[in-house]
């Protein structure tokens, strides 16, 4: 038996309905495979911030360091802004931790049928490789001369030849690794200065992966194209916004945001990695217990995975498939009347 400490942090809204949902399933196939979970939980979030001023202390991230794996459920609440809820958690553990790979795979699974004409099960298997420390989501800038005629917001992009030549790596290593065809969503018809020296890194990168087919596409073309002909993408690096923006679009390609899961890796596994779905904490569903807890389950079987237990991984995709495929059983946002532990029982009954 091997013992992993995760430490869990629920966070916000449904972020306390799909994390029970995933650690029932994470306890459930860890058993089967002799794997054992030790959660240590933290309640760090916006009701936090307003007891204390913080969203979490002061130490955080040295409490977790030594921990084999984040798993977080999702960050925000109306009463406190985003950006001081974000700022405050999700992003300095992203940050604190080198988390610089966030992985977002996507497919369109068989009884999931996608909004998109012709996206069909087995044909779109795609992964988004969203570069997760830098870019857009600079640090510099800020609100300047506010109430004045003149107030403005600036903030810089900061894209690093370390930043986007590990990236790039990463996403040309995948590639090899699966239909080797890879994208890169760029914008650098002359307008954006940070674009082109992606575009350069990204080709530097590209000439030791000679076996991977890529090309880069810009962001906007490549939006139009992922919903007229998804099944096409295989890997598609980008930047941090480009990347956040584009992982909700294939998400919804197949289906919807509640399903979509990621993990934001520190590949050279100096820190823990953390796993947290795509989607928000969705105030507008929260605490009816009808969330979708597809998406935080598919995490979970992205961090087995990390931890090395590849079959229970593959165990907990199969249990997925295998629901929407034999089941109709769906949460409301898949147009089905199923809560969130309906649905989650009926995918631990199927393997
Ligand atoms: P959201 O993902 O929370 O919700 C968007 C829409 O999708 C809503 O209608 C919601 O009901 C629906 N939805 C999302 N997940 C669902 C699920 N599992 N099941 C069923 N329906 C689901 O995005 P938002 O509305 O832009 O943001 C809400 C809050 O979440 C904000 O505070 C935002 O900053 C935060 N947020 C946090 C994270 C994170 O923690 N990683 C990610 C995105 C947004
Ligand atoms: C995501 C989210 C976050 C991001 C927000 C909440 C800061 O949208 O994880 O996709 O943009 O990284
Ligand atoms: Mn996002």
């Known amino acids: 038996m091997v013992t992993h400490r995760i430490a869990l942090i629920p966070g916000d809204g449904i972020g306390h309905e799909v994390t029970p949902a995933a650690r029932q399933v994470l306890d459930t196939v860890g058993a089967r495979h002799g794997v054992r979970f030790e959660y240590d939980e933290f309640d760090w979030c916006c009701a936090r911030y307003h007891e204390t001023g913080a969203m979490m202390p002061a130490d955080a991230l040295s409490r977790i360091r030594h921990h084999d794996a984040v798993f977080l459920g999702a960050v925000g609440d109306p009463s406190v802004p985003d950006h001081v809820s974000l700022w405050g958690l999700l992003i300095p553990i992203r940050r604190g931790f080198r988390q610089y790979v966030n992985l ?85 018809n002359g307008i954006v200065h940070t674009m082109p020296f992606w575009d350069e890194v990204v080709t530097e990168v590209a000439a030791s992966h000679p076996d991977v ?47 979509a899961p990621s993990a934001n890796l520190n590949p050279e596994r100096e820190f823990p990695s953390m796993f947290e779905p795509v989607h928000g904490s969705a105030p507008d569903i929260a605490g009816r217990g009808v969330a979708n807890p597809l998406g935080a389950i598919w995490t979970a079987a992205l961090m087995l995975d990390h931890l090395g237990h590849a079959e229970a991984a593959a165990e907990i995709e199969h249990a997925i498939a295998a629901t929407l495929a034999q089941t109709s059983i769906r949460t409301p946002d898949l147009g089905g009347t199923a809560t969130t532990a309906e649905f989650t029982k009926t995918l631990l009954e199927l393997r």
């Open 104 to 188: 977002r795979p996507v497919k369109v699974f068989e009884g999931l049928p996608s909004p998109v004409r012709g996206a069909r099960s087995g044909e779109v298997d795609l992964v988004v490789v969203r570069e997760n420390v830098e870019g857009e989501y600079g640090e510099i800038g800020g609100r300047l001369h506010r109430g004045f005629p003149e107030e403005m917001a600036v903030q810089e992009a900061v894209f690093t030849r370390v930043g986007v030549t590990r990236i790039a790596e990463y996403a040309f290593t995948l590639a090899e690794n699966r239909r080797g065809v890879l994208t890169s969503a760029t914008k650098s």
């Open 213 to 259: 087919s890529w090309r880069a596409e810009h962001i906007d073309a490549l939006a139009a194209k992922l919903v007229l002909d998804p099944a096409r993408f295989d890997v598609i690096v980008g930047s941090n916004l480009f990347g956040d923006i584009l992982s909700d679009l294939t998400a919804a390609v197949a289906g919807g945001i509640g399903i």
